[in-house]
Nanobody, 126 residues
């Protein structure tokens, strides 16, 4: 089993930055890809960024490419999302997720992730 707990959300002005953290537990987490998803009110959950089990490969949604950076610390079982140049369209609940498969490529589909955190709210004011 894998448990995930997000932190670091909050209220920030447009143009500002935030760093989200995801603390994982469970012995298999280090073998799974991880992703950050977000869901705004009335919208579907969408992938923001994903990273392979060893951090060697990443994937970003077009809307955040160049502004967000995903990383992970295998030893500490942490996944991070550094967000810069935030704008009001980035307002959402952000979720950390771990993949169903071991050693898989980062996936943009939420169906490929079996483990989810409770989410952390990010609000960007204009």
């Amino acid at each position: 089993q894998v448990q995930l707990v997000e932190s670091g959300g909050g209220l920030v002005q447009a143009g500002g930055s935030l760093r989200l953290s995801c603390a994982a537990s469970g012995r298999t987490f280090s073998s799974r890809a991880a992703g950050w998803f977000r869901q705004a009110p009335g919208k579907e959950r969408e992938l923001v960024a994903a990273i392979t089990w060893n951090g060697a490969s990443t994937y970003y949604a077009g809307s955040v490419k160049g502004r967000f950076t995903i990383s992970r610390d295998g030893a500490e079982k942490m996944v991070y999302l550094q967000m810069t140049s935030l704008n009001p369209e980035d307002t959402a609940v952000y979720y950390c997720a771990a993949s169903r498969s071991y050693y898989s490529a980062p996936s943009s589909s939420s169906a490929d992730y079996d483990y989810w955190g409770q989410g952390t709210q990010v609000t960007v004011s204009s």
